[in-house]
C-alpha cells in the first residue's frame, strides 16, 4: 500500500511566529487531501481540507502540489493553543491514509 | 448529533481473553475504518470496510477481526489478546472520501 510521509518534527516555536509543515503521497491517483488537528491522545479532528487551488483559513493556509505530490500547511501568527500533532491525511480510493504525524508546541 | 460512538472507553484485560470494541456511527457513512496509535508510530489503519458485508485488511490486520454486518456499526475483536496489543485504538467513518469522523478511542491495555 501507498505511503503518506510527513516532516518527522517536533517543531517548538515561540509564540507569534510562522511554521510549515509539507507531507508527500506516493499515490498520484489521490483524490482528495486533508490536515488533522490532534490533542494528546484525543481523537483527531478536521482542521481543514486542501484544494488544488489552495485555501487559507484565519491563520492557517493549505496548499497542494499534484505534480510534486505533496501538500503543506503554514500557520502564521502562532497561538499557544496551536500546540497539538498535526496529520496529514490522504484519500486514495476512499480509502483514508494517514501520516505519522508533525508535533507542533506552541512557548510563550 | 452525528458522531461515532466507541466502548469501552478504557479497557484492561488478560491475555488470551476475547474482547470486543464496539463502533457505532449515526450519519449513514459508507466507510469506517480502525485505527490503533501507538508512542512515536502514528496512527495504523487496522481493518477498513467500504460498506456493510465489505471488510479489507490495514496495515496491521494480525490478531484482529471485524465485521460489518450493518451500515452503522463496524465492531474490531481480538479473540486472543497479546500484551503487544496494548494500544489506544480509534474508530472512524466518512462519506466516501469526505471529512473522517472518529470516535473517542479505547485506551486498551492487556496484561
Known amino acids: 500500500r501507498k505511503e503518506v510521509e510527513q516532516d518527522p518534527g517536533p517543531f517548538n516555536v515561540p509564540e507569534g511566529a510562522t511554521v510549515a509543515f509539507n507531507c508527500t503521497y506516493s499515490?498520484?491517483?489521490?483524490?482528495?487531501f486533508f490536515w488533522y488537528r490532534q490533542d494528546c491522545r484525543k481523537e483527531p479532528k478536521l482542521l481543514m481540507s486542501?484544494?488544488?487551488s489552495g485555501n487559507e483559513d484565519g491563520r492557517f493556509t493549505a496548499q497542494l502540489n499534484r505534480a510534486s505530490q505533496y501538500i503543506s500547511l503554514l500557520i502564521r501568527d502562532s497561538k499557544l493553543s496551536d500546540s497539538a500533532t498535526y496529520l496529514c491525511v490522504v484519500n486514495e480510493d476512499y480509502d483514508m491514509r494517514f501520516g505519522a504525524g508533525t508535533r507542533l508546541t506552541v512557548k510563550p | 448529533e452525528a458522531q461515532v460512538t466507541q466502548n469501552p472507553r478504557y479497557l484492561i484485560t488478560v491475555t488470551g481473553k476475547k474482547l470486543t470494541v464496539t463502533c457505532s456511527q449515526n450519519m449513514n457513512h459508507e466507510y469506517m475504518s480502525w485505527y490503533r496509535q501507538d508512542p512515536g508510530l502514528g496512527l495504523r489503519q487496522i481493518y477498513y470496510s467500504m460498506n456493510v458485508e465489505v471488510t479489507d485488511k490495514g496495515d496491521v490486520p494480525e490478531g484482529y477481526k471485524v465485521s460489518r454486518k450493518e451500515k452503522r456499526n463496524f465492531p474490531l475483536i481480538l479473540e486472543s489478546p497479546s500484551p503487544n496489543q496494548t494500544s489506544l485504538y480509534f474508530c472512524?467513518?466518512?462519506?466516501?472520501?469526505?471529512?473522517?469522523?472518529f470516535g473517542q478511542g479505547t485506551r486498551l491495555t492487556v496484561v
Open positions: 472512524a467513518s466518512s462519506l466516501n472520501g469526505a471529512e473522517a469522523f
Open positions: 499515490n498520484s491517483a489521490s483524490q482528495s
Open positions: 486542501v484544494y488544488s
